[in-house]
């Protein structure tokens, strides 16, 4: 014998719970769904800021101490406009190199064999380095900064490979990626790159 009893119908207040429950799961989903589309909009901006003009770079090597260390991570500016003592990040043999720039295109430059540096015959000053030092130096001085080129230079002077040497050479506009402006870490050493 079958039971056919209807089974109740719910109440007002039972149908007002469950379509408050079914409107809260729909404003829930809603702003779920939008919390992940701005937070996904937010970090493709992110990512096409530090790669069109900020890029972020993380320093290797010691050819720029003092100023940076090996593990440093900076911000780096992309920008046309570059004066002497800037220090700025290029490309390289598909790496990135991180050198100063000493002297812009058509500057002459001299080394003397105390490694004191000479750009249109006026001695630099370089308060930036340890101790001057002649380093890898195999170009013919005084040199030529050559049209549309940058002389650069390792803050390390005793072992950074840089224009001094024909390995590296003078570089072109289009191989430089930016200026480097703030190192981000460690941040006890937060602050603008001199």
Do not use: H
Not at 40 to 51: G, K
Not at 87 to 115: C, E, H, S
Request: glycine share 6%; with cysteine; net charge negative.
């Amino acid at each position: 014998m079958s039971d056919n009893s209807n089974p109740e119908a719910p109440s007002v207040e039972e149908l007002q719970a469950e379509l408050e429950r079914l409107k809260y799961r729909s404003r829930y989903r809603n702003a779920f769904f939008s919390t992940v589309n701005v937070l996904i909009a937010a970090a493709a901006v992110a990512i096409l800021a530090a790669t069109l003009w900020f890029p972020v770079l993380q320093i290797y090597g010691t050819s720029m101490e003092p100023t940076l260390d090996d593990g440093n991570i900076v911000v780096s500016l992309r920008t046309g406009t570059m004066k002497q003592g800037d220090v700025v990040a290029f490309y390289y043999n598909n790496n990135i190199l991180v050198k100063r720039m000493i002297a812009g295109p058509g500057d002459w430059v001299d080394i003397d064999d105390n490694g004191n540096v000479y750009i249109n015959d006026i001695r630099l000053d370089e308060p930036y380095i340890d101790e001057p030092a002649l380093g890898e130096t195999n170009i013919e001085l005084p040199y030529q900064v050559p049209e549309n080129r940058y002389f650069l230079m390792g803050d390390q002077r005793k072992t950074s490979i840089d224009s001094r040497n024909t390995a590296v050479g003078c570089v072109a506009e289009e191989q430089i990626v930016g200026r480097l402006v703030f190192r981000v870490w460690p941040l006890k050493e937060f602050g603008r790159i001199q």
